[in-house]
């Protein structure tokens, strides 16, 4: 099946920094996700995103699919930016989301 | 407010004691999701349904049922034969299946805790 790796996986910075979030993936997928998870559990869907490039605010995404990879940038962090970013991939005919084990994000004031 | 609702927020068991997490959806999803978190740890999946009546086993299906008797909802069974139940207990809910072509939602979760 197919692996997802995220790095790195821990990053503390200051408040204000900007920061890169990498997902790698070792098949062709048609469904690739970013998701953050905040210190209280709370998981929210960022970017639905198999291809292309994707801005929401201080946020952004880009796939490269024929590469494999996808990477989440975050502008001007926060405090609030603080918790486990999530990618999460899936495939064609198979209906299961495949996750990687995440970037925790430490955002010092 | 469309959304997802999980109740409650924590629950506690004794050990040897089914129970039953509630999961409600009114964004009309078609289909719905439960996800197991371990502490420190990624997601795994438990059970899919993607329409009604009908559901399919994740990663880690042993020890827990599930029922889809309506689109809004998919309340999930922890049950005495899952040896370690104690978990935090997600459900999602997506307008296809697979979050395939719309994005996976998210409940706020279940804490349960068996002793």
């Known amino acids: 099946g197919i692996q997802v790796e995220q790095s790195p996986p821990d990053l503390i910075l200051q408040e204000g920094a900007n920061s890169t979030l990498r997902c790698n993936f070792s098949?062709?997928?048609?469904?690739l996700q970013w998701f953050h998870q905040n210190p209280w559990g709370q998981l929210i869907n960022l970017f639905y995103?198999?291809?292309?490039?994707k801005q929401n605010g201080r946020l952004s995404a880009t796939t490269v699919a024929t590469e494999r990879y996808s990477l989440l940038y975050i502008s001007s962090s926060q405090t609030t930016d603080s918790g486990v970013y999530f990618c999460a991939v899936g495939s064609r005919g198979n209906y299961q989301l495949i996750w990687g084990a995440g970037t925790k994000l430490i955002i010092k004031p | 407010d469309g959304g997802i609702t999980q109740s409650p927020k924590y629950l506690f068991r004794k050990e040897g004691q089914n129970v039953t997490l509630s999961c409600e959806q009114n964004l009309n999803h078609d289909a719905m999701y439960w996800y197991r978190q371990d502490p420190g740890q990624g997601l795994r999946l438990i059970y899919y349904s993607q329409i009604v009546n009908d559901f399919q086993k994740g990663d880690i299906a042993e020890g827990y049922s599930v029922s889809r008797e309506k689109k809004e909802s998919f309340p999930l069974t922890v049950t005495s034969a899952q040896k370690n139940p104690t978990a935090f207990y997600l459900c999602?809910?997506?307008?296809?299946?697979?979050?395939?072509?719309?994005?996976?939602?998210f409940g706020n979760g279940t804490r349960l805790t068996v002793t």
């Open positions: 098949d062709s997928v048609n469904n």
């Open positions: 995103i198999p291809s292309g490039t």
């Open positions: 999602a809910s997506s307008i296809g299946p697979g979050g395939v072509g719309s994005p996976l939602h």
